[in-house]
């Protein structure tokens, strides 16, 4: 019997405990999923013979070290910022490790550690970073196998609200961690374009009307990513000229996220008071507000806009141009403005989100320019089992799989880009429909 430890069974662990749970019998698993909340790990295992509940705070170590000691495989879909906790510990137990979050400065520390160890340290093993990866680089390595020279990478992916969902203004549903969605661009981005590279600041970044087309879905807007040249050479690309990656959102959603950006509302720097505060005193601290305008000609002047204006009726929405009271402590701007998507954005019981990926990759061949379009949507079920969880935790659970039955040699510090990895995982995969569909220009 091999012992599997998954931390978390938030949003994104719905579908990786149910594919756990389904391979245990005949896999021999017997799967452990630590939280704080019983209740919910309770309402994702059920009465499984092959699960146990283990209500922990994972900051206590004698109990979090006692659970990684008696496992066969570690698994974390944690906040980020606890992922480093975990991996000291399974370095210390010699345990293997999987994880959906991006590597980090403090994982690239015990990097040489994890080697010498012997042990395999998967990380952006879920949707994006993950598939994104995995679809890339098998797309990447059959054109290089074929003689193709790419001279431009571009690779979207959004999660977004399924179109019979989507039925308000800011056409956007939360179905996963909604402070990673407040705090999205705050670094900026870096990407390349034509040789040039392009650094866009934060409050630049969603004042774009950039679109690509997808099939099915018509146009959508997005924003590069991040630092996009951190996978330039993860991806062998090094001398292209054009590298970017990027998030895909309904256009309307964009032109909303700049407003509240320009509004001064997604900042996390800095605490204030909100007991007696009204929500449109909190939206207008940075307006200079005039009495004799209603708050949404107040709102409109600053931002441009007129006040029948479709970007005020999404702020409208978000109930933010009221006098009622806020009345949540010393918090910051990007605490509040969570609190008020989780409560007007949330996904009703019904709902369905949807997952779209879309590769764009330049290459010529036998003196031949060829544009190869690659892309993948994933429609979710309801607000519980949602293409995000489904994308984010099956790699996951397929990974771990592919780990525990002995089919996998490697060790050390990895993300998904060797075709040891990405050819199970995607070929299994498509046994979910999770799959890509081609064409080229």
Same mark, same amino acid.
């Given at each position: 019997m091999k012992n599997i430890l998954l931390f978390g069974a938030g949003k994104s662990a719905t579908f990786l405990i149910d594919y756990l749970l389904t391979n245990a019998p005949r896999q021999k698993w017997h799967i452990t999923v630590a939280d704080n909340d019983l209740m919910l790990i309770k309402s994702k295992i059920g009465k499984s013979y092959y699960?146990?509940?283990?209500?922990?705070?994972? $900051?206590?170590?004698?109990?979090?070290?006692?659970?990684?000691?008696?496992?066969?495989?570690?698994?974390?879909?944690?906040?980020?910022?606890?992922?480093?906790i975990i991996a000291k510990d399974c370095l210390h137990f010699s345990k293997n490790l999987l994880t959906a979050s991006y590597i980090d400065p403090e994982i690239r520390k015990l990097q040489k550690d994890i080697q010498k160890a012997g042990l395999l340290f998967m990380y952006e093993m879920g949707l994006d970073p993950g598939i994104d990866h995995m679809s890339a680089m098998k797309l990447i390595h059959s054109i290089e196998k074929k003689g193709g020279q790419i001279y431009a990478f571009k690779s979207y992916c959004g999660g977004?609200?399924?179109?019979?969902?989507?039925?308000?203004? *800011?056409?956007?549903k939360i179905s996963w961690n909604a402070r990673n969605i407040v705090l999205a661009g705050t670094s900026g981005a870096i990407y390349k374009e034509k040789g040039k590279v392009k650094e866009v600041e934060y409050q630049q970044l969603f004042d774009q009307s950039k679109t690509v087309q997808v099939p099915g879905l018509g146009k959508l807007a997005f924003y590069p990513n991040r630092d996009s040249l951190?996978?330039?050479?993860?991806?062998?690309?090094?001398?292209?000229?054009?590298?970017?990656?990027?998030?895909?959102?309904?256009?309307?959603?964009?032109?909303? *996220?700049?407003?509240?950006?320009?509004?001064?509302?997604?900042?996390?720097? $800095?605490?204030?008071?909100?007991?007696?505060?009204?929500?449109?005193? *909190?939206?207008?601290?940075?307006?200079?507000?005039?009495?004799?305008?209603?708050n949404e000609e107040n709102v409109a002047h600053f931002l441009g806009v007129s006040s029948k204006s479709k970007l005020v009726r999404q702020l409208k929405y978000l109930g933010i141009l009221n006098g009622e009271l806020i009345n949540l402590g010393e918090q910051s701007n990007a605490v509040i403005l969570q609190h008020v998507l989780e409560d007007r954005l949330k996904m009703e019981p019904a709902d369905k989100d949807m997952i779209v990926m879309l590769h764009e990759i330049e290459f010529e061949r036998r003196n031949m320019a060829t544009r190869l379009h690659s892309y993948m949507i994933v429609q979710g079920e309801d607000n519980l089992r949602t293409a995000m969880a489904k994308t984010v935790g099956l790699p996951l659970g397929i990974m771990a799989k592919l780990l525990l039955s002995g089919n996998l040699q490697l060790t050390g510090l990895h993300i998904p880009v060797m075709p040891e990895v990405y050819n199970p995982v995607l070929r299994e995969l498509e046994e979910f429909d999770i799959r890509f569909e081609e064409s080229f220009e």
């Open positions: 699960a146990t509940a283990a209500a922990i705070d994972v $900051k206590e170590q004698a109990v979090r070290q006692q659970l990684i000691q008696e496992t066969d495989l570690v698994i974390s879909l944690l906040p980020p910022a606890l992922h480093i977004l609200i399924s179109p019979e969902s989507n039925d308000n203004p *800011w056409q956007y951190n996978y330039v050479d993860v991806y062998n690309l090094g001398n292209i000229p054009t590298f970017m990656r990027a998030t895909l959102r309904y256009p309307d959603f964009c032109e909303g *996220w700049n407003a509240l950006v320009k509004l001064g509302l997604t900042d996390d720097s $800095k605490k204030h008071p909100t007991d007696n505060v009204t929500y449109f005193k *909190w939206a207008s601290q940075n307006i200079k507000v005039d009495k004799q305008l209603t």
